[in-house]
């Protein structure tokens, strides 16, 4: 198995799980613990909290009581999360990668049943909200048009970013997930509300319709 740094080498960070991701962060473990068992400690709590609207004192505090993180690597991690936070409320006009909003969608991996998770953006880029609107295996119910587009006018949203799991594994996208989608944006066109991308998470990697040239 790669390790992470050989693995974000080799295919990209994006590909890189939470606890991956803190491990290149932590570097290396002690004699008492290993660095994977830390990093598994920590993507447990930082997923368990939101980062959203949370203070990072308050995330610095969990994570110094909780784990075995060496307080000057906990630093690290904090000051990590606060870049990535900043980017992501900055109104940021572009959208260059799903790595951005992945720390949203973990939730999506350890779902047993197929999940549609909506993410709501002003014109800019700037996040407002995120929703988990629809459960179930039936495809038209999960993307059901009128009740997404719906929210996202309660929200006042211009872009939205689709997301749902794949539980069995597999994560490219069904006939059906690409005929939904193209409903979705001819919907989103008439609406004035743009479908910036559609990603299919599982327990181990995702799919970007929008980085694989799907949308068009």
Sequence with gaps: ????????SLVGYASLSM????????????????VSSIAQQAAKILQQLSIEGKDMIEL?????????????????????????????????????????????????K???QEVVSIIFFDLGMKFLHSETLFKGTNKQTLFATREIFLHALRNNASRIIIAH??????????????????????????????????????????????MQGYLQ
């Design 19 to 34: 606890q991956e991701l803190l491990m290149l962060l932590v570097g290396h473990g002690n004699r008492a613990i290993s």
């Design 60 to 108: 610095e505090q969990q994570l110094l009581m909780y784990t075995k993180i060496p307080a000057f690597k906990v630093k690290s991690i904090i000051a990590a999360l606060e870049i990535g936070k900043r980017m992501y409320t900055s109104g940021d006009k572009s959208y260059t990668s799903p790595m951005l909003i992945l720390p949203l969608l973990e939730h999506l």
């Design 165 to 210: 799991n794949h539980p069995s594994g597999e994560c490219r996208p069904s006939n059906e997930d690409t005929r939904e989608t193209s409903k979705l944006i001819e919907a989103g066109r008439l609406l004035d509300i743009e479908i910036v991308d559609h990603i299919i998470i599982s327990k181990t990697e995702y799919f970007s319709f929008k």
């Design 110 to 112: 350890k779902m047993t």
């Design 1 to 8: 198995m790669l390790k992470p740094r050989e693995k974000s």
